[in-house]
C-alpha cells in the first residue's frame, strides 16, 4: 500500500529525525526504512498568499496498512507539534 502526505513548516532533515525516533533508519538522502515501511521524502516551497512562502515535505509512504495507519499517525503528531 502506498501512502502520500504533505506536511508544511517542516524540513526533510527533521522528518527524517521523527521517522528514526520512530524506528526507520536512513538508507539514502531522502529514504528511510523501518520494519515494514519505507518512506520517500521531498521538500519544495509553496507560496502562502502573495509574498509568503512555506518549507512543505512530501513523504511517500510504503508498507502494510496494518503498519502504516499507526506510522503515519504518529509521524503526524510529531510534524504538528514542531511545525504547525
Known sequence: MERERSFRGISVRAAIGYLENLG???RGEATVEGDGWAATL???????GP???LNEVTIEFDGE??????LIEKFAQKAM???G
Open 81 to 83: 507539534r514542531a511545525g
Open 24 to 26: 526507520g533508519e536512513q
Open 51 to 53: 509574498s509568503l512562502q
Open 65 to 70: 496498512p496494518e503498519t502504516l495507519e499507526p
Open 42 to 48: 521531498s521538500e519544495e516551497k509553496v507560496a502562502i
